[in-house]
């Protein structure tokens, strides 16, 4: 099949904002596409490192293009990209994520039928070793629900997996830039809740596991995550009042495990050689044996209100907690 970049099927969006270590394996594995009507859009939000520099050599294809914007947040930059796309289909993909070289031609064919508005693969974990392994298997099945229940994997890497038909866009759906760790979890509830998605019961990409993403930004990950489900309360997606509550009490128990694990860390972690601070909650700089004891106690703190509120809401789920305590720290010792 011949490429023409004037009208290409599929417009690829990566975002990307100092990435110069991944993205040529990034964009390798757009090129090595099976299906290669396609053209790229790279949207660089302000990088300050070598990306720029390890764009520019790609850029002799006419498909790709390569546009900067100064630092706006990836939502900003996905939304662009939108902007920009010229394809009947849109497809995401961050920019240390690897696709398989079959990824587009499995699900462009998975979007044929007019029932289906946008599909998604499983996933292989891609770790800084390495080392690659299955991630949990996603679920078409009552997606909205099992996303705002937060249950169970729904889409793996929902940023580097979705492709979509145009039309789920036409009604102005967009990455909120409200949001920047939990920017796809919201636009999927939205996605979901109007349009009709698809699984490809085949692993197509590599999601990279970085230990150093913006994602492990506990404070930052509690704001957004709360703020996504208020939205989604004001937007009426919670179908009663007892299962919102069962949504809030489930997504304040993840937090916490976000807290504890955090708190876990910083025991197992020598002090003042790499120590994770929770005003940044990224490992980043030696810590003093005071801030360390005031990270610990913040960690542990912040779990300990997330499951208060997690019982309060939704009283049910304190036998769920108990169940998980009994396996981990009493049947298993």
């Given at each position: ?14 975002p ?14 757009v ?8 053209e790229?859009?790279i ?10 520099a ?36 849109i497809?995401?993909?961050?920019a ?34 390495n ?20 249950d ?29 760790t ?84 910083i ?17 980043t ?36 907690l ?12």
């Amino acid at each position: 099949m011949s490429s023409n970049p004037s009208s290409p099927v599929v417009s690829v969006i990566i975002p990307t904002y100092n990435s110069g270590k991944y993205i040529e394996e990034t964009i390798q594995s757009v090129k090595q596409q099976t299906f290669n009507e396609w053209e790229l859009l790279i949207i660089d939000d302000g990088s300050t490192d070598n990306t720029p520099a390890t764009i520019l050599p790609y850029l002799c294809d006419k498909r790709i293009q390569y546009h900067y914007q100064k630092n706006k947040g990836v939502s900003a930059a996905r939304n662009r990209g939108i902007e920009l796309s010229k394809g009947m289909y849109i497809a995401f993909l961050d920019a240390d994520d690897v696709w398989l070289p079959m990824n587009l031609e499995k699900k462009i064919m998975a979007l044929q039928p007019d029932t289906i508005d946008w599909v998604f693969s499983d996933a292989l974990l891609l770790f800084e070793n390495n080392n690659v392994i299955v991630a949990p298997d996603g679920t078409d099945k009552l997606i909205l629900e099992h996303y705002l229940l937060w249950d169970r994997m729904v889409v793996p890497g929902p940023s580097s997996n979705i492709i979509l038909k145009r039309k789920c866009l036409n009604t102005g759906l967009r990455f909120d830039p409200m949001f920047s760790t939990a920017a796809d979890q919201d636009f999927c509830f939205y996605l979901s809740a109007r349009y009709e998605g698809k699984r490809i019961a085949a692993p197509l990409f590599k999601y990279r596991q970085l230990t150093n993403s913006m994602s492990k930004d506990m404070r930052v990950v509690s704001k957004d995550h709360y703020n996504v489900y208020r939205k989604a309360e004001n937007n009426k997606l919670f179908k009663s009042y007892l299962f919102k509550n069962k949504c809030f009490s489930n997504m304040y128990i993840i937090l916490a495990g976000g807290w504890w694990s955090i708190g876990g860390n910083i025991i197992n972690t020598k002090p003042l050689t790499r120590m994770p601070n929770t005003r940044g909650i990224i490992p980043t700089k030696p810590s003093s044996p005071r801030f360390i004891l005031i990270d610990l106690m913040t960690s542990w703190y912040k779990t300990i209100i997330y499951l208060i509120k997690a019982i309060i809401i939704y009283p049910p789920n304190s036998n769920k907690l108990m169940a998980k305590f009994f396996k981990k720290y009493i049947y298993a010792g």
